[in-house]
């Protein structure tokens, strides 16, 4: 067991650095140059070249990378608590970014809470909505629930977030006025209300992937011959469907939730910015556009190892669900 968690951690910790890697080659190899936007359109070539050499950007690309490595891991002796993330011993410096002028570990603390309190509604929607429905649909098979919930489900993959998000705005917002049509909110309750929307723009597009997913499965697996054996034992129905069926279906449904971080880490850029949301992904595409480079390095690092994590986290719960795994 052991050995299987310690080949799983380090590949995980390769595949950050790898993404980290790549992400800091392919924004130092675009032509735009942060100095010019940092200065302005306006600004002189003698300032531009100064904001140039204060930033380090008149370095060769290898030494940049090499220095930001550095500096991304540091003994306690060498940072201010106010301006690093703490894991254990070590401490995190993601830099500071070009225009706001202030600690990347800020600007991401501060967007966090936000983007944590979206994806796990949307999370908790997703898979309530996609694990019901694909029992229901599974059970009632070829009827008219069945071929509803297949039918919603195209719908669902198909239609993009930005558009799932505009439609939920205008019906539930600004026509039926049930919640805010963007804002974060000032007490708890107003920031879980005005949660709800994103959340459940989130949540609809991975729900139509559980819900396939999990029909598919019950399907298969109400044809077993164990579940013919519980049914002439006289078990109740909703008993063997839940207690034999369901839990056999875990597998691919925990495989599922997994790989589902990287969907709601992507639909989260475009679901903040139609509300306005204060997270992660409004800070990202912020950051993008202003050519911010340390900040867009903390996002990548941020959100690769929150994908990353949630994978091992998969690892983890194949080797708990079936000790066959631990041995490959």
Do not use: C
């Not at 080659?25 to 204060?54: C, K």
């Not at 556009?289 to 390095?297: A, F, L, N, S």
């Amino acid at each position: 067991m052991l050995a299987f968690l310690g080949r799983r951690l380090l590949w995980s910790l390769f595949t950050v650095w790898a993404v980290v890697t790549a992400t800091f080659f392919i924004y130092n190899v675009l032509p735009e140059d942060p100095a010019r936007v940092i200065a302005g359109p306006q600004a002189r070539p003698a300032d531009v070249a100064r904001i140039r050499t204060q930033l380090g950007l008149d370095r060769p690309v290898h030494v940049r990378y090499g220095l930001y490595m550095k500096n991304l891991v540091r003994p306690p002796a060498e940072t201010k608590d106010d301006a690093v993330w703490k894991v254990g011993p070590l401490r995190i410096d993601l830099g500071v970014s070009y225009l706001k002028r202030k600690p990347v570990t800020q600007l991401l603390s501060k967007a966090l809470p936000p983007t944590l309190l979206v994806g796990f509604l949307a999370l908790i929607i997703e898979v309530g909505i996609g694990a019901a429905a694909g029992v229901l649909a599974a059970m009632k098979r070829h009827g008219l629930l069945d071929y509803g919930t297949v039918t919603l489900t195209l719908v669902g993959i198909s239609a993009p977030t930005f558009l799932t998000g505009l439609l939920l705005q205008h019906f539930f917002a600004r026509e039926l006025r049930l919640f805010p049509l963007d804002g974060y909110g000032q007490t708890s309750a107003e920031q879980l209300h005005s949660a709800f929307l994103p959340a459940l723009t989130l949540g609809l597009y991975g729900a139509a992937y559980y819900t396939r997913l999990v029909r598919d499965e019950m399907i298969t697996l109400l044809k077993e011959d164990y579940i013919r054996t519980a049914r002439a034992k006289g078990q109740r129905e909703w008993v063997v469907i839940v207690r034999h069926a369901l839990r056999n279906a875990l597998m691919p449904l925990v495989t599922v939730v997994g790989l589902s971080m990287g969907g709601l880490v992507g639909g989260a850029i475009v679901t903040e910015k139609i509300f306005r949301w204060p997270g992660i992904g409004s800070l990202s595409v912020d950051a993008i556009v202003e050519r911010d480079g340390p900040v867009i390095m903390g996002v990548v690092i941020l959100f690769s190892t929150v994908v990353v994590a949630a994978n091992f986290l998969v690892d983890l719960s194949y080797a708990v669900l079936d000790p066959r795994i631990r041995k490959r």
